[in-house]
């Protein structure tokens, strides 16, 4: 347990400001110091200690993953039930202001992930300043909260300008995705400097995260666009339910494991000498907004249904067999399934790690539901794998009929923060 | 156990169309007899029998919320943690086909608040025909779900046109709302001749409810606008945490409780002689989609926040006391704060019964978030209640500061389907 978390019982430092007795001296402290505090307690850091509240410390012990570590968190991660991602563009051209909030937001995250409020206990503390934290997860557990942060092409390069001194440093990976058939992209759904992807078990932890982070950029970055995921569609857990997607079926059952080390290393983190050095251990993003036609969806007949996807609805097996995890039989299937085009023995093995999630927008004034797949694929090298794999689906997909690809963006995901003093974007920018 | 509801062993019945086997029959024999033998499994329906899915039984037998009963579920049914709330317009003349609706509606709730799907079982019967379910759900439990009907102005007269013969069956209660000082109503998030509130614990489960009401409507209903609440803010169970508000504060502390028959026969449930005998048992609801300026709210003083509800942030007591539950004085408040102004206290002891959630819809294209707090409010007589608190509060709230009300639908809520064979709406055009 980290000392620094726990509630002090001797005055606190006042700092030449009115303050309340019997809360954590780390607010006026601020943040010098907190980070390595913070890094020593690891997992299962105590959630509650600093609030006053009434969290069960139990509870939040077991609900957070660790923010430290090679590898960002969020990716390889048994996907969390919710999401909310955001996108932000950046509105300054001063390099070390976007420096300066990259490193405050390292800290945010790994305090917020950790079951800590932002500024690790200081609401309340200072009633003529605005609380650090918002507020509305006081009292809730970590619930698994994980923050991914990816760097689009455009922060490296807009409208000709290099405008942070990174042009030199875009990975060739990270291309300007291609024009897709069928593509029906809208600008505010697209795009975006950084992206801040936010997973957690509770939906109103996700929201805190992304909104918090959003404050603490203010003046630096903006919200481009955002959206909320209600309900995961993939698993990383071995043997696990896949769960269904809008359309009632279960898809991605093949994805690869966050257990699986030699498939996260052949095909999700970047390696020694595949390009950037800065990106050594990161992976590539592909984000799609991926709108349904519901309702004329929910009018095809069952075998239709089932043709698309090549698999039965109930069982989710593939054609010809009984069970989900049943090795397909690609030939069984129509020749322009979904499952039969995607599977990775029709595609030299290329495998993407998937954390799609359900939305659902309220209508779009013609009175359909605005739902769909939020799809959120990390790779390698996207050159490889999203890029030859949606031009094949584009191209002959059957479920085409029923979906439109309405946003798109594209980031660069560093490496994971490995300690304390360390920052997002620190390879990049360092 | 229903008989109905467990997996047939024996060769289905074809009806003339290729069937796959071992599924129910009720898909076949469709809705006619179901309704009894739905009825009478009641609480703790096996939800898994008839999927031949993976479904823990045990889990769903807790977790379904009955649907028959005096009263609609849903009001004072102790709060879900996720809504998916549509407010619908009615497309057809025909009176026929909207009660014959209706009482299709009410069967497939019957059904799905069991943890069945609609159609009692027919996913993957019949290969030509779409499903009878969509099957986004399959495999889940009920999640505590429960949907609640509610019937607007429009419905009974709208441009000077009675409809469909309802004109002298509208409530007095049931007004046209004032405009309130401060509204900026969007027409495509106000209003509505019927709503559905889907209120459960997993949002797939709600979001799965509205579509397939959607879709059995098609043709006769359009969905005008819906509205996901990814967190309650409300509780109705006595001595429960109250959750928070995405200002970070508990608010509404002292609500109805579900367990108080006093309560909510004096608050929430219309009584004979109140008005119009067709609501007798049933309850007026008031929603309104109240957008949060964020931004703003963040960068307000803790004392500022404080001083706007009157209580503390971190625990929620009242000013001048210890904890969220102590009896507030309310002379100690600011005049202006809003637990002050909507207080029983400062109201002849008026209360409402709310279930609000808050939400998060993206943004707003300045970068802002969209979100705020998804007001539910029932009353007994929506004159005496809703509208006298919000004259006030529209005109001195210090809250208003930081909220707008962008969104607004009142709903004549009928008393409960008490047994199978009756419908959602009976005692109206019955």
Redesign the interface.
């Known amino acids: 347990m980290d000392a620094e978390n726990e509630q002090q019982a001797a005055p606190a430092e006042t700092g030449g400001v009115q303050q309340r007795a019997g809360l954590s001296r780390r607010a006026v402290i601020g943040w010098a110091g907190a980070g390595v505090a913070i890094g020593a307690a690891g997992v299962g850091t105590v959630a509650a200690a600093t609030?006053?509240?009434?969290t069960p410390a139990a509870a939040a012990q077991s609900q957070d993953v660790p923010f430290w570590g090679e590898h960002q968190s969020g990716i390889s991660t048994p996907v969390q039930d919710?999401l909310?991602f955001a996108a932000f563009?950046v509105i300054t051209e001063d390099r070390d202001a976007l420096v300066k909030m990259l490193k405050e937001w390292t800290k945010a995250a790994a305090s917020i992930t950790g079951g800590r409020e932002v500024g690790g206990g200081a609401?309340?503390v200072?009633?003529?300043?605005?609380?650090d934290?918002?507020?509305?997860?006081?009292?809730l557990p970590a619930s698994r909260l994980t923050l991914t942060i990816g760097f689009g092409p455009t922060l490296f390069e807009k409208d000709g300008q290099d405008r942070f001194g990174l042009k030199a440093k875009r990975p060739e990976a990270l291309v300007d995705l291609p024009k897709f058939k069928g593509d029906r992209l809208e600008a505010?759904r697209s795009g975006g400097d950084i992206c801040i992807q936010a997973c957690a078990d509770?939906?109103?932890v996700a929201?805190h995260a992304i909104?918090n982070l959003?404050?603490i950029g203010?003046g630096v970055v903006?919200?481009?666009?955002?959206?909320?995921g209600?309900?995961k569609t993939s698993s990383t857990t071995p043997d696990s339910?896949t769960p269904?997607?809008?359309?009632?079926?279960k898809d991605g059952t093949h994805n690869i494991a966050g257990t699986d080390a030699d498939g996260l290393g052949k095909h999700v983190w970047v390696a020694p000498g595949d390009g950037q050095d800065w990106m050594t251990g990161g992976s590539y993003l592909v984000a799609r907004r991926i709108r349904m036609t519901?309702?004329t969806w929910?009018?095809?007949?069952?075998?239709d249904?089932?043709d698309t996807f090549g698999r039965?609805?109930?069982?989710g097996a593939p054609y010809g067999k009984q069970k989900e995890r049943d090795a397909p039989d690609l030939a069984a299937m129509p020749a322009t399934s979904h499952v039969r085009l995607a599977h990775p023995d029709s595609n030299d093995g290329l495998m993407i790690l998937r954390r799609g999630y359900?939305f659902?927008?309220?209508?779009d004034?013609l009175?359909?539901?605005d739902?769909g797949l939020f799809f959120l694929a990390y790779q390698r090298d996207t050159r490889k794998a999203f890029v030859p794999l949606q031009t094949k689906l584009a191209a002959s997909d059957k479920l085409n009929e029923y979906i439109t690809h309405v946003g798109s963006a594209h980031f660069a995901c560093p490496p994971g923060v490995r300690k304390p003093g360390e920052w997002w974007g620190q390879t990049l920018f360092g």
Chains 1, 2 share one sequence.
């Open positions: 609030m006053g509240s009434d919710r909310h563009d609401v309340g200072v009633p003529q300043s605005p609380p934290d918002t507020g509305e997860a006081l009292g505010n509770d939906p109103q929201v909104r959003a404050r203010m903006n919200v481009r666009w955002s959206q909320l209600f309900g339910q269904r997607n809008l359309m009632g079926f519901i309702e929910d009018r095809a007949s069952l075998q249904q089932e039965t609805k109930i069982e359900s659902t927008d309220g209508t004034g009175g359909r539901l739902a």
